[in-house]
């Protein structure tokens, strides 16, 4: 096997490969996409769940189209930090989430 990875958290270093404008139009595509295309979810449980929270789903093609104030109430739910856990926790690499989140 080769050499252990370190994980490395600095929440002052930040990689920017897109420019805050382009991540955004990047998001409002995606959105549109969920909301107009949908996304296939084969999981009855799943559907049940995000019918209930507003998307609009075909059983038979089992696709839900989910509005995009849905899809932005939940990212506000979602934590602004999250382990990415390996099967040993020293290799544990911690994650911040996107700015979009408004975290």
Not at 59 to 71: E, L, T, W
Request: glycine share 4%; hydrophobic share 45%; proline share 7%.
């Amino acid at each position: 096997m080769a050499g252990k990875i370190a994980s490395y958290a600095n929440p002052h270093l930040r990689l920017e490969i897109l420019s805050d404008k382009d991540v955004r139009r990047i998001h409002t595509a995606t959105l549109d996409v969920i909301e107009s295309i949908g996304v296939r979810f084969p999981s009855k449980k799943a559907l049940d769940i995000l019918e209930a929270h507003g998307a609009t789903v075909d059983r038979n093609s089992h696709i839900a189209k989910i509005p995009g104030h849905v899809v932005e109430a939940a990212l506000k739910l979602a934590p602004p930090t999250y382990t990415l856990a390996a099967r040993d926790p020293s290799l544990d690499l911690p994650w911040m989430a996107n700015t979009l989140t408004g975290h």
